[in-house]
């Protein structure tokens, strides 16, 4: 079992010995980051799709290789301007001074990392730590071991230790990790464990970044083709089988096309994907209890009496092959609309006023991502500015994730701060104020004992009766 506190104690260490590294030491581990990833691309493939019984290369390719090379040009080009200290203006009444922002390492960052995206959401939190010239301790997810133990070993051949350390472990470890004193604790998974994270940090003043789940809806408003909307939506919800953060989790759709929006988006599913079993595009679900929980959450959602339009391929229990299935009106108070669904179940709800969609999400805690499907600007800003999400895709689903130039974080019970790009490097840095009092200030005059000159400047900044 690792020492954790062990290799906390020997990254604060590195970083009293060597302090904050450069620009050029740090474009040097980004590139050897990236040098790392392209070398074994085909392992680190294949050890995800393992992880997951089965998992197509092009969605670990697209959703997690992509973003995160394009994250880390992005970074690359962008740095040198990040790094660079702001000048802000000093006060009237503090002249003759000079005032400005410096962003300092935090020091030793923390990732706690879910399974889902395995390597993306270890790897991309990485690369925004580095770039702030951060040490770092990574938890990989316990139920994508393959994946974990690769990036150990591989991290392990570019960094030493006190600068980069990989740590295995199930939730016996997580919780010893979140109760580590970092100077930054990079939280990713459910809010259910998101609480206790913040929980164990708070004992330590750790401040956190909480990147959680929730259900994020799509609202189609009445003027948007149903097929048009059905391409991205379809694309979105089954990548990875649902099983993505900012996956539609249930779409709102106007009343009088609830079944034909339903048949469309079923056929549409169908030829994506023509048959589940054996679907080399299709991935499985990455664990029993995943499968089991989605199991019983058709099941609840049907006993209700909601009708479920299935796939016309059942899918295989024991490969956890898990079908698309559309709920189609499902109670609101049934599990799939409790829940996050984190599968490729879609229920489907019917409305009658988009006010009323938008008081349908209003109604529950604020979502990661909000979908809305318009090509009428005025009826979109309406549907933004009655709403909150973490963020939004106008006419797609997903996509705002992919943008290096964009923050990606919840809102409310959907996260706390977010990172990607610049809000990456700023959060993970330390905003440091400095002020430098000019050789001819005279601000010792209005120290004590208190007389005329005090009075002046007092009276000059604040004024007071005339
Ligand atoms: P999870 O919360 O079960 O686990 C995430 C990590 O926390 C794992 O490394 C796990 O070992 C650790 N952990 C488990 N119990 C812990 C405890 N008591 N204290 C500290 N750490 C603990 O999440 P998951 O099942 O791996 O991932 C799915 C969830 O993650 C979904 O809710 C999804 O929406 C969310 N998610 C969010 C984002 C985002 O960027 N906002 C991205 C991917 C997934």
Known sequence: MADLSGLLEAQRLAVLRDGAPGLKERLAALDGLAALVRRHLEDLIAAVSADFGNRPRQETELGELMPLMNGIRHVRRHLKGWMKPQRRGAGLAFQPASARVEYQPLGVVGILAPWNYPLFLTLGPLVDALAAGNRVMIKPSELAPRTAEMLRVLL?????????AVV??????AQEFSRLPFDHLVFTGSTRVGRAVMQAAASNLTPVTLELGGKSPVLILPDYPLDKAARTLAMGKFFNAGQTCVAPDYVLVPRDR??????????????MYPAISGNPDYT???????????????AEATAAGAQAMRHRDPGNDAARLFPPTLLIDPPVDCMAMREEIFGPILPIIPYDRVEDAMAFVNAGPKPLALYCYSDDSARVAKVLDGTRSGGVTVNATMLHVGQEDLPFGGVGESGTGAYHGREGFQRLSHARAVLRVGRF???????APYGKMTQWVTRLFIGGPS
């Open 258 to 271: 609830l079944d034909a929006f339903a048949q469309i988006l079923m056929d549409r599913v169908q030829a």
């Open 156 to 164: 392990g051949t570019l960094f030493a230790d006190d600068r980069v």
């Open 168 to 173: 295995a472990g199930g939730a016996d470890i």
């Open 441 to 447: 200030n005279q601000s010792h005059l209005v120290a």
């Open 284 to 298: 499985s679900i990455i664990a029993d209890r995943h499968h089991a929980r989605l199991v019983a959450m058709v």
